[in-house]
Each structure stands twice: as structure tokens, then as C-alpha cells.
């Protein structure tokens, strides 16, 4: 029998969640306390692991334990063992009721201002029982951070390189920006304007150092014209759509925000933005088992992203 082998039938996954345990408590004591175990019992687990292993999970020090290399190592496949675990547990339910479950989303502030809604909607209209955690994002690192560490199912958003090896992504729609502009904005009744005609009006706009920033200073760029100074800079979806709506600021979009969220008093000024926009998709772990919930939300995604859009009244 190879060594590896003998290693693998002697893991214990009790062994795996004292592990885990020790690691999210820092001390042996307050991993008993949370298992409901003696501190003895968890010190032997931790000692038969070693003992597998042949390496220290853990230094003892006086304040209480730290994780050795080896440990982390462990930890990182211990807790995707227990994540899958779960997952399957979680298809089981679902094949058993349909109706029922739980999805864990992360989602960019445009699409939980805009599609998002009205996925959920039409997702729970066929599966009301069905329970969702929305974590809204303003930094895309922290999204793929939580995917990355299972704490989220999926992410909705501007889709990754397509070609990650960590990540996968189903692209669901393309997302041009938008110039738009309160109704009551003399603009409005424009027939045509190029990007470089409202260097001078006062903007509202997100950080250059954000996925959306960057690209707004890409379609200025591309009309010869720098990213005007003046005006309100802040990442803050909602207030962009108010500014825009209630004075006299311009703002630049998501067109999906305008077609699924309630801004009724926005118009789309007839601009023409020479960039290349990456379109939204809904990502998840390329390795990790996916229950039929995701699949589901990706199904009635794609319905949502196929319906017409909603008439404005002017």
C-alpha cells in the first residue's frame, strides 16, 4: 500500500474538525469548550494527527497555540473537505425538496441595486422556501477573497480573466456604461453629443482605482480629453443615481442598473463611449462541487438577462 494511502485511512474526520477548531479558537481549552469535548480529548486528536503526519500542526506557547506551516497546509484542505461535505449534504436536501435551501451571493453594488432583485424575485416566485445572504461589495479583491474561502456561493459582477484556473465564469450579458442625466437636464433633449462636449460639466464619478473608474478614465482618454476634475468623487452607486437625478451632475452607469433598477427620473444622454466594457457573469470556484441551487440561480439569471426592458415613461 503506498504511504499515502496508509495516511489517508488513518485521518479521522473528527481528527479535521478538532483541527479546525484549535486553529479558529487559538487554545486548546476554547476548542474543547466549542466541540463540547474535554481538553484532554482535543490535545489527543491533535497529537494523533501529528502523529499521522509526522510534522507539528501547532507551537505551544504560554498564550496558547500557533499554527505551524504545516498546519495551514492542512487547514486549507480540511476546510474545503468540510465545505464539500456540506455542499453535498445540501444537494441531498434539494434533490429531496426543491422548494427549500440556502444560496450565499456576493454582489457589486450596481447589481444589487439593479438585476440582482429581480433574479431573486423570479428565482423565489418558483422557489419561495428558498432562503439567500446577500453581501454587498465595493472592492472586487474582497468578492474573489470570500469565493476564494467558500465563504460565498457565487459572485454577480464584471466577469474575471476568463482564463483563471481558480476561478469560472458564466457571462450572462455585456455592460456598457451609460451617460445619464436628471430629466429635467437641458442635455436630455440633445439629439447627439460627444464625451469631449461635457468636459466642463460638473460630474459625479466612482475612484480611478476601481474596475468602473478605470474604464471611465478609458472612454475620456479615448475622446482626447483628461477625466474632469471638478465635481463629486465617491463609490457609492446610490449617490451617483441622486445626483444625477435631483441636480445638475452627469453620471456614468451600468446599463443594466438603468434597465432593471427604479430611477425613473434618469435619461440616457446620447453619448457614444469608445471603450471595450467587460461584461457581467456570474463566478464561482472552478474546483468546487456546485449544488443545483447555483445552478438554478444561473438558470433564472439568464432568463432575467433575456427580458425585454421596462419601458420609461418620459
Known sequence: MHPDARIERRLKLRELETLLAVSQTGSMAKAAKLLSVSQPAVSKAIAE???????????????????????????????????????????????????????????????????????????????PRMGFQIIAYGARAQQYRDLHERRIDLTLGRALDPASAEFRTEILFDEPLRVVAGSGNSLVKRRRIKLAELAGEPWTLPYRDTVVGQMITEAFHASGIEVPQTGIICNSVQMHCSLAANGPYLAMLPESLLRFGHFSSLRVLPVDLDIRMTPVGVTVLRNRTINPIVQLFITCAREVARLPAQRKQA
Not at 93 to 121: H, Q
Open 49 to 127: 494527527l501529528e502523529d499521522t503526519l509526522g510534522v507539528p500542526l501547532f507551537d505551544r506557547t504560554a498564550k496558547g497555540v500557533e499554527v505551524t506551516s504545516y498546519g495551514r497546509a492542512l487547514i486549507k484542505w480540511a476546510s474545503a473537505v468540510f465545505d464539500d461535505i456540506r455542499q453535498g449534504v445540501k444537494e441531498i436536501k434539494f434533490l429531496s425538496d426543491p422548494s427549500s435551501g440556502e444560496l450565499r451571493i456576493g454582489a457589486t453594488e450596481p447589481m444589487v441595486a439593479g438585476i440582482l432583485p429581480a433574479i431573486l424575485a423570479r428565482l423565489s416566485a418558483h422557489y
